[in-house]
């Protein structure tokens, strides 16, 4: 299956912005959702953001108007822009691709390590 690797997190101030990158190799389908999670200490695995086989965006309710996703299909990235990043923000953040109608829920889909954004108050 595919590999993903993320990179760009990192520790900022909050009202700052981060980019990550996630870069997928290996074969993938074109079915395939590919998407953003977070996970914070102590709570569960949230998605944040998905982009889906024909390039329709969406954005879970607490990242909307301040984190964009692009894809660039000749590079074979998908970025996450996150702009005026808040406290609430801070979590390990992963790339993730799949079937769109389960993705992040589904053994089969197919993850990064993830990389860390830390967002001081």
């Known amino acids: 299956g595919p590999q993903l690797v993320e990179s760009g997190g990192g520790s900022v101030q909050a009202g700052d912005s981060l980019r990550l990158s996630c870069a997928i190799s290996?074969?993938?389908?074109?079915?395939?959702?590919m998407g953003w999670f977070r996970h914070a200490p102590g709570k569960e695995r949230v998605w944040v953001a998905k982009?889906?086989?024909?390039?329709?965006?969406i954005y879970a309710d607490s990242v909307k108007g301040r984190f964009t996703l692009s894809k660039d299909n000749d590079k074979n990235t998908l970025d996450l822009q996150m702009n005026n990043l808040k406290y609430e923000d801070t979590a390990k953040y992963f790339c993730?691709?799949?079937?769109?109608?389960?993705?992040?829920?589904?053994?089969?889909?197919?993850w990064g390590q993830g990389t860390q954004v830390t967002v001081s108050s």
């Open positions: 993730a691709t799949g079937e769109c109608r389960t993705l992040g829920f589904s053994p089969e889909d197919y």
């Open positions: 290996g074969p993938t389908s074109s079915r395939y959702c």
């Open positions: 982009i889906d086989d024909v390039g329709n965006k």
